[in-house]
């Protein structure tokens, strides 16, 4: 009420911060409809919203304050696709592609050659060293901002080989209300995703409304130099950091310090993240996407060399917590589908 | 105008809305009142509230959007003193003697058989690779929560030796209040400091008002383990990331993805986050803060062991970056003080 009999008093940065107050409260607005249209009425659903409402009801015995409501998402799998392979695999085999004129090294050279003779098998047998090589190659040896550059203009260009669409179009409608959900309740949305932190920022701030620095994920080494008396950071070919399994738990308490009040992952890569958010104290939140719909996405669980889904399901089904079918539980998978 | 209409259908996310609105507004009207009456008034305080007003002013050259409004603090030295030693080396040398009666061995063992006979000589002889043994025997070796314990614990206890106070006393009231007026105009301040993460973690928010998820620090290495089934992230004996020099510029990018828009040091330690942030298009502030001041803190630069201050110096001074001359600049240093 103070706020608006002093009006004419207001200078410009108040002036500002109206326009916040005004814009928060459409957001509320808003949230009093439907704010998962996308999910079908069922147990998770109700879960989401349930826990949503039990840890936002001032003076409820669940309450916690908006400085602790961190929410992490896994990236390949449970907020966009992540077959026939991690889109980031696919940039990195583009990029091979697009390099190979400065290369002629390469065209016998594995997996270099596989990449270029388009031969799956050989790129299969190259194994986790084969794709640690494809990896290197196009991700290191240039600065962070020319990097950045490559994915942006990679992501305007580059189309899913089933759904002829940019990759940025597969992002899981269900999942961007999630988001939004949560972060008009007072969470802050962080990705923890196995995939590299640079491949991440330079678009999910604009897809998911996630900021760059609420992207957690593997990286690179990466060194400051001057080049020319400018400032810039070189990628390295050296892994720095896999944010996969027990490494989630490890980056999201170095980055975050905070244990996240909920977790959602779609495979066993997420368990430890899941395992570390559900042994914190008072109401917590985990939930798996189990990928069930081959008509729409695709569908894959206990067997899939992308996105195994095994271990952290029997877990999940001991501990009560949320796998949502994505066949029944969703209405829509894409944005650009009805 | 439209919140307060529709006042009787206000639900509860609204009315904590709302709330938010009233205290934005009440630190918009006193960020009207000088928001820095620890600073007197000269080129220092001029060139700060210039700068805030340049980026903040809608509509003009050098307006940045709130999202991007990144302030990064070291803390050694900037935020609070370093002198006679780092903070974090006085609480290893603490936790070192507390140890002491289950390590009988140290007693003939260097460098602790110098921490446990106070010879200072001996311990300046151990030399960096005898600091680096002091800290990993006081900082490795437990979880990270009773890690967080024990560091709370020190600072509930320990009193600096010069001051005979708690060191969380001596933070610069000053700075204190830039951290308050950039806030107050939308940055986000962050802590990018030579010292440990977890060293700063449990205090900084109740200190300076800077939450965890952004504190950015060196770093031991952690492990990911399940102790009778509980998961417990274990503090290991080894070096991850040394986050001084070259090193900050590094983190910045890997913490927080985006260039600071501001950077505040006092060492040559802090260079490259300067040359970093000053790199940057558009407007951009870099700070020193020299310690001038031996009758209310300390002073030393050019030829100091601790915090020198030497090349940073030369290269504000051709770049035209704001040098703090502690004894002029500052009305007050430690908020205790009159």
Redesign the interface.
């Known amino acids: 009420?103070?706020?608006?009999t002093v009006n004419p008093l207001i200078?410009?940065?108040?002036r500002?911060?109206?326009g916040?107050?005004?814009c928060?409260?459409l957001?509320?607005?808003r949230?009093?409809q439907d704010p998962l249209p996308a999910w079908s009425d069922g147990s998770s659903k109700r879960a989401i919203i349930d826990f949503v409402q039990r840890v936002?009801?001032?003076g409820g015995p669940d309450f916690v304050p908006v400085?602790e409501r961190?929410a992490v998402f896994d990236n390949d799998g449970t907020l966009w696709s992540e077959q026939p392979a991690y889109f980031q695999l696919l940039f990195a085999i583009d990029r091979v592609r697009a390099l190979a004129p400065q290369h002629p090294e390469w065209k016998t050279q594995q997996p270099f050659q596989a990449v270029l003779d388009n031969d799956i098998d050989a790129l299969a047998d190259a194994g986790e060293q084969g794709l640690l090589q494809l990896l290197m190659a196009s991700h290191a040896g240039m600065t962070?901002t020319e990097f950045e550059t490559i994915v942006s203009e990679w992501l305007a260009t580059a189309t899913h080989p089933k759904f002829k669409r940019p990759y940025t179009d597969l992002v899981f409608q269900p999942m961007l209300e999630l988001l939004e959900y949560l972060r008009?309740?007072?969470f802050?949305t962080y990705i923890v995703s196995g995939g590299g932190?640079?491949f991440m920022?330079p678009w999910v701030n604009g897809v998911y409304g996630i900021?760059?620095?609420q992207?957690i994920g593997s990286?690179i080494k990466?060194?400051?130099v001057?080049r020319d008396g400018?400032?810039v950071?070189e990628r390295l070919p050296e892994i720095d950091f896999i944010d996969d399994k027990?490494?989630k738990?490890?980056r999201i308490?170095?980055?975050?310090?905070?244990r996240p009040l909920a977790a959602f992952g779609n495979s066993d890569g997420d368990l430890?993240m899941l395992?570390?958010t559900a042994?914190g104290e008072g109401a917590r939140f985990m939930l798996l996407v189990q990928h069930t719909d081959a008509a729409r996405e695709y569908a894959y669980d206990r067997k899939s060399h992308i996105g195994k889904l095994d271990k952290a399901l029997d877990e999940a089904g001991e501990k009560g917590w949320t796998v949502v079918d994505m066949k029944n539980d969703w209405k829509t998978v894409y944005p650009f589908m009805p």
Chains 1, 2 share one sequence.
């Open positions: 009420m103070y706020c608006f200078n410009a940065p108040s500002f911060l109206l916040v107050c005004l928060l409260f957001i509320a607005a949230a009093a936002t009801t001032a400085a961190i962070t008009a309740n007072g802050k932190i640079e920022r900021p760059p620095e992207v990286s990466v060194q400051y001057l400018v400032p950071l027990e490494g738990p490890v308490h170095q980055f975050i310090g905070r430890q395992q570390w042994a």
